[in-house]
């Protein structure tokens, strides 16, 4: 074998790992931008659903007690009833909302599994 051939072999196998490690480095950058991404989603999840929380148990508070006093003599138990049939159907759009919004994001890493997988079809058709 020739020198010169050695230096090309040398020469391309150094391409090769060059590529092969910017591959690699491009798809960690994939991975971490999409890590980041669905971390904000899931604290914006948690955030709505907290303040929905929170609005919900202030809501149920002001109109439990603003009923029960004005009421309290005439029709307590019409209220009583009333109250938790109101509460529960505003619980359950609540739930409903909060449904939405955590199947409203994509996938999480849906960029970074695509790439994986044709890197993986990619790799399937060289061998």
Known sequence: MSEGTSGELVAAAARI???LVEGAQMRLELFALELGEERR???DLIVSAVVV???????VLA???ALLVLLWDSHREA?????????AA???AAAA???RRRRRGGAPFAATSAVLA???????ELL
Request: with cysteine; net charge positive; glycine share 2%.
């Open 118 to 124: 044709s890197d993986q079809s990619a790799v399937r």
């Open 97 to 99: 909302f909060h449904r």
């Open 79 to 87: 209220v009583a009833i009333g109250t938790c049939v109101f509460y």
């Open 53 to 59: 929380a929170l609005a919900l148990f202030l809501l």
């Open 90 to 92: 505003v619980a359950a």
């Open 63 to 65: 109109l439990n007690v």
């Open 41 to 43: 989603r899931i604290v």
């Open 17 to 19: 790992w060059a590529s």
